[in-house]
């Protein structure tokens, strides 16, 4: 497949997906509401329930009689991530997780459990929920993993494989982004290798948004979206990307479309910053097997999950 757009998602009726980071007018959001516009049941999986209830009322207003439920869940927390996969198990068989919550360029700071914010979120967290809702996503019958990463992981010199609880040397926030993004596609390719030899009924896939116009960047440098430099950071991304609905599409391309595991999907124009939906590819540090082996075994001891 070369190419794809929106109009090529088949009916989702009957279908249950689960997207994390639905922050409202971002990638998660934009996912949610075009399954939810094919008849999926969508899950709202965040932080905030304010902010998951602004999401599902802009899904629902514009797919009237759209079933979307929240899930809280807080990605850099694992035992909030553990909550949350207690929860899940109400909703039955799920189709598709969409691992879409992430956060970028931000200082240096330390999680509850000991581990740096950014692969705490981008990955830690995500490995968790994935091993938590795998169960359920055996029980669809052709459960599907769709990891967001970015073209970022590109400027990862090494994969992150140290103890992710010792103490490092100077924080440099897009060299920790960069990497929590390798980790993704590390992670992506040796969970669809797992599943594969173990006859697991579950594909691995990811997909990257290009440069999309989300309030990522802003929150990540300044804690907000709006107000003073915030803005102005804002603003000009939003002035020079692609829009948020646009970077949705290589997530919904991985989510719904014939495509083997493994793939990444990112857009289609220079630079693969912007543009339709289409295969792409990743580095050769991203399809380092002996790395991605490593990162799953510090994943396990991190978070203590056993996948199945």
């Not at 980071?21 to 932080?47: C, D, I, M, Q, S």
């Not at 010199?157 to 992710?164: F, N, S, V």
């Not at 793939?263 to 792409?280: H, M």
Request: aromatic share 4%; hydrophobic share 40%.
């Amino acid at each position: 497949m070369d190419t794809w757009q929106p109009a090529d998602i088949p009916d989702q009726t009957g279908r249950t997906v689960v997207v994390t980071g639905p922050t409202l007018g971002g990638l998660g959001h934009h996912t949610a509401l075009e399954l939810a516009r094919r008849g999926a049941r969508v899950v709202l999986a965040g932080r905030t329930p304010r902010k998951l209830d602004e999401t599902a009322v802009a899904i629902t207003d514009e797919v009237p009689g759209a079933d979307v439920s929240p899930l809280v869940v807080d990605l850099s927390d694992l035992a909030s991530v553990r909550s949350a996969g207690e929860g899940a198990k109400a909703l039955g068989p799920i189709d598709v997780l969409v691992n879409n919550a992430g956060v970028m360029g931000v200082a240096e700071q330390r999680t509850f459990d000991g581990l740096e914010l950014t692969m705490a979120t981008n990955h830690f967290g995500p490995f968790l929920l994935t091993g938590l809702l795998m169960p359920q996503l055996i029980q669809s019958g052709a459960g599907r993993v769709v990891t967001v990463s970015s073209h970022f992981h590109r400027m990862a010199r090494r994969a992150p494989l140290e103890d992710p609880r010792a103490a490092g040397g100077r924080h440099r926030p897009w060299a920790a982004y960069a990497r929590s993004k390798l980790a993704n596609l590390l992670f992506t390719l040796e969970l669809d290798r797992r599943c594969r030899a173990a006859e697991v009924p579950v594909k691995a896939l990811a997909a990257h948004p290009g440069f999309a116009g989300t309030h990522l960047a802003a929150n990540g440098q300044y804690g907000r979206s709006s107000g003073g430099v915030a803005s102005i950071l804002d603003a000009t991304i939003r002035a020079v990307s692609q829009s948020a609905a646009a970077g949705a599409q290589p997530s919904l391309m991985a989510a719904t479309a014939d495509l083997p595991g493994g793939t990444y999907c990112g857009p289609s124009g220079l630079a693969e910053f912007a543009g339709r939906p289409q295969v792409t590819l990743m580095t050769r540090l991203a399809r380092d097997e002996t790395a991605a082996a490593r990162l799953w075994e510090l994943s396990e001891q991190t978070t203590g999950i056993r996948y199945p």
